[in-house]
């Protein structure tokens, strides 16, 4: 899928510098031309020598190199690229990326770009969270920079959290699903997954059994097919997809403010299982026994996410597709849900536990639209996310 894309491969200075040597060999495996920038930082984790042997390909360093000025110009070495990718991202990086600095080669060329860039953020825990980390995320997020993790994990400078940055192989599958050359190509499309959690008090929940299975597949075959994808999840037990934002929330009201942020949008698939209730008498304390009886749960109802943006007036994403998770009378209660929701088209299936679709890797569901009910065969979740995401593709190009 990269045979004869070019990337420009800025390596930061970060321990985890170490990994793009290995992201150069996958890159190359699959046909990409690597044309490597090295900042002077990351020249103490690697040597020039060892990346340039590896992408096959001269090092660029220096912004003040005459001899490279005369080979290929700065500007030019900044637009050659399908797709600029920095790894590791360092938390300097991101910053002069966000500030619009340009004082070395890695960060002029970031600002003379042209082509798209994405981000793989790399560094210790407490500078990934600091405010002014989190600040140029959401600065570079709203430039339309990719990013891909970091992850969480044991790091390198001995602590333990998000800062980690992603492995080579799902740094390349998010270029390569950034690269895509399908049918929802320049497309953007909004999928929520997953439950949502809602407090009783702050250790306790009430959530439901959905595993995030089928709105993760969902959005890795949009993605394959070339849309930008914004999931929005909630915390689902299968890790999220590589190649799509994610924004990951607990509560059904983080999901309605994360969704509503994340339009405007060519479609949007509502796959989460968004609790209906949350406690309204939620305690910021930890509930205690008491001899004075049992505690009493208040509710109160949640926003409906899918009805709210069904419903605009304005902004309204062309394609809704809602999901439809019914125990009984499936087909009828779908229907129903439809003309009351106001979407496009509702994905129905049984989630009675005979079927063992909740949690499972197979679906068998119904696809209602005004045109009218389909029945698909049982097939695996990947493979209905597969024939959805068709789908979507063909209506959205018709
Ligand atoms: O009403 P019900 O929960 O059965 O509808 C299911 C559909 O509505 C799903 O697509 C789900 O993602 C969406 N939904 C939502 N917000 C809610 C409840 C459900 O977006 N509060």
């Keep these: ?9 800025i390596i930061g200075g ?28 990351a020249e103490e984790f690697v040597t020039p020598l ?6 096959g390909s ?7 190199d005459l001899g490279d000025e005369a080979e290929m110009g700065h500007i030019q070495l900044s637009r050659v690229a399908d797709l600029v990718v920095v790894a590791p991202a360092t938390a300097d990086l991101m910053a002069k990326m966000a500030g619009g600095l ?38 570079l997020l709203g430039d339309g920079i990719a990013v891909v993790g970091p992850n969480k994990g044991d790091m390198a400078c001995g602590e333990h959290g998000p800062g980690r940055m992603s492995e080579p192989m799902e740094i390349v599958a ?14 953007r499309i909004l999928v929520t997954s997953g439950p949502t959690h809602e407090p009783i008090d702050p250790v306790r929940y009430i959530a439901n059994r959905s595993s995030g299975a089928q709105g993760t597949a969902l ?47 060519d479609a949007a698939v509502f796959a989460a299982a968004v609790a209906d209730w949350r406690v309204s008498s939620a305690s910021d304390r930890k509930l205690k026994k008491t001899k004075d009886g049992l505690p009493v749960l208040e509710f109160a109802e949640n926003p409906d996410i899918l009805h709210g943006v069904s419903q605009m007036k304005q902004g309204r994403p062309p394609l809704v597709v809602g999901f439809a998770a019914e125990t009984n009378d499936v087909l009828e209660n779908a229907t129903a849900k439809r003309l009351r929701k106001g979407c ?10 005979a079927t063992g679709i909740m949690g499972g890797a197979e679906n068998a569901v119904t696809l209602i639209s005004d045109a009218g009910a389909e029945e698909w065969p049982r097939m695996g979740k990947d493979a209905v996310a597969q024939k959805l995401a068709a789908r979507i593709a063909s209506a959205i190009n018709t």
């Design 344 to 353: 496009d088209w509702i994905v129905a299936n049984d989630v009675s536990p």
């Design 102 to 139: 340009a004082n070395d080669l890695a960060s002029t060329l970031l600002l003379a770009t042209d082509t798209p860039v994405m981000i793989v953020p790399a560094m210790n825990v407490r500078m990934w969270e600091h405010a002014a980390t989190q600040r140029n995320l959401a600065t």
């Design 1 to 9: 899928m990269l045979a004869g894309k070019h990337i420009l491969l």
């Design 50 to 55: 060892s990346v340039s042997a590896l992408a």
């Design 58 to 64: 001269k090092v660029f360093r220096d912004l003040f």
């Design 14 to 41: 970060g321990i985890a510098a170490f990994k793009s040597l290995d992201l150069i060999r996958r890159l190359r495996e699959r046909g990409a031309v690597v044309t490597p920038v090295l900042t002077r930082a």
């Design 174 to 187: 998010a270029i390569e699903a950034k690269l895509a050359d399908g049918p929802l190509k320049g497309r």
């Design 219 to 265: 959005a890795r075959a949009l993605a394959a097919l070339g849309a930008e994808v914004v999931f929005v999840t909630g915390p689902a037990d299968v890790p999220p997809p590589d190649g799509v934002e994610v924004i990951a929330v607990q509560t059904a009201q983080q999901m309605k403010e994360a969704v509503e942020a994340a339009l405007p949008a």
